[in-house]
């Protein structure tokens, strides 16, 4: 007699068959444009660009944050993919590695000389709250692509789009951030994904399951 976790995994693989492939592809990455393109709105519609960022845009910490943010999009866009299909597995995580070592090479070896807290006592929940802010049209649409996917392990596929939706915010804001430690960009970056990878753990459990 067929298991019930067997007979989910056969579902699955039927309802995800339309979507393998190239058409998976496409559409996670037709969704993937679109969550840059709504949080870079809210970014200058509400919070705005840094008023000096003609002059900070040609630094070096400006390149860190532009290449660990999109580090991580990448990776966390690989792993979300990946989760889409049946055969997901936690394995897929080493998609982001690279953006995982070159946060800890930021952290060893900060050149800038900036405060890990960022230049005013606030500085560390402001890019926290405003990373999370951007980050919310990102787990909407993402989690409307993996709902429509085949997704086996809800709550492995919602921590997975939480990260990558707190990456593409975090991608978003450092056209805003004005705290140029590298330290300081890799530590509260990746708390904010952890923190979108926490809800969308907890969301996915609910909204994902079979």
Same mark, same amino acid.
């Given at each position: ?5 067997? *007979?989910?995994?056969?579902? #699955?693989? =039927?309802?995800?068959?339309? %979507?393998? !492939? ?34 900070? @845009?040609? %630094? ?6 532009? /290449? $660990?943010?999109?580090? &991580?999009?990448? !990776?966390?866009?690989?792993?979300? &993919? ?7 597995? @936690?394995?897929?995580? $080493? @998609? ?12 060893? /070896? ?19 709250? %405003?990373?999370? /802010? ?20 809800? *709550? ?6 939480? +990260?990558?939706?707190?990456?593409? !915010?975090?991608?978003? $804001?450092?056209? #805003?951030?004005?705290?140029?430690? =590298? #330290? ?11 923190? +979108? ?6 969301? !996915? ?6």
């Amino acid at each position: 007699m067929t298991s019930t976790d067997d *007979l989910i995994h056969s579902l #699955a693989s =039927t309802a995800g068959t339309r %979507r393998r !492939g190239a058409s998976l592809q496409v559409v996670f990455a037709v969704t993937g444009v679109a969550s840059l393109a709504f949080a870079l709105l809210l970014l200058f519609s509400i919070i705005g660009i840094r008023h000096d960022f003609a002059d900070m @845009a040609v %630094r070096m910490p400006f390149a860190f944050k532009v /290449f $660990y943010a999109g580090a &991580l999009v990448v !990776g966390a866009s690989v792993v979300a &993919l990946y989760a889409a299909t049946p055969s997901a597995s @936690a394995t897929a995580l $080493y @998609a982001v590695l690279p953006a995982t070592i070159f946060l800890a090479c930021g952290v060893m /070896f900060d050149p800038t000389g900036f405060p890990i807290m960022g230049m005013t006592s606030t500085a560390a929940a402001i890019c926290v709250g %405003r990373i999370l /802010f951007l980050s919310l049209p990102a787990m909407i649409l993402t989690f409307v692509f993996m709902w429509k996917a085949a997704p086996t392990q809800p *709550l492995f596929a919602g921590a997975v789009l939480g +990260m990558l939706s707190g990456s593409i !915010g975090a991608l978003a $804001y450092t056209l #805003a951030c004005r705290n140029d430690g =590298t #330290a300081f960009v890799a530590i509260w970056y990746a708390v904010a994904c952890a923190i +979108m990878a926490a809800v969308g753990a907890i969301v !996915g459990h609910r909204v994902l399951r079979w």
